[in-house]
């Protein structure tokens, strides 16, 4: 998988060299955006939808997803000319490139993720302090999914998060 910078990216879109494709969920996109971004939610990412020849550049949030949708693209089409914006989002905003911006707001979703299990995990510690110790089990079964999504870059929790109102 290849990646590009904010300012190379720039440059391909101003030359309609590339074609941009947001890969956040609509919730997020609403909030803030790259002008010209194509919004294709990572669960519907499918290279059928895409443009078969040319420069087709992924964003999301960070770059986490981005590289996900880059390879679930790259496996249905090889010879897809795909990159990953290195930093996604955010990595555009820190080079000064221009953002748009919505009414809407809302955590990103790896936010709302970490937050989520932030909360179970004090919440499991505190039941097996306070109520029974078997609470313990609530903590052990977050943290066994924190290593799988670490492991294989999957997220059970993220793509419930997703499905979530807020974040449609």
Not at 34 to 49: C, H, N, Q, T, Y
């Amino acid at each position: 998988m290849k990646s590009v910078d904010p300012s190379t990216l720039r440059q391909w879109i101003a030359e309609g060299s590339a074609t941009l494709v947001d890969v956040r969920e609509p919730a997020e996109h609403r909030t803030s955006w790259i002008a010209g971004a194509r919004l294709m939610p990572l669960a519907s990412v499918d290279a059928v939808k895409l443009p078969a020849t040319g420069r087709i550049v992924i964003h999301c949030q960070k770059g986490g997803r981005g590289a996900a949708a880059c390879e679930k693209l790259l496996q249905q089409n090889p010879a897809l000319e795909i990159y990953n914006l290195a930093g996604g989002l955010e990595g555009w905003n820190a080079a000064g490139l221009p953002v748009e911006h919505g009414t809407g707001r809302v955590l990103p979703l790896d936010r709302q993720v970490q937050l989520t299990i932030g909360i179970l995990l004090l919440a499991g510690a505190a039941l097996s302090l306070l109520v029974d110790p078997s609470f313990v089990w609530l903590s052990a079964f977050l943290g066994a999914g924190l290593t799988m999504a670490g492991l294989t870059g999957f997220c059970g929790l993220a793509r419930v998060m997703a499905r979530m109102p807020w974040n449609r």
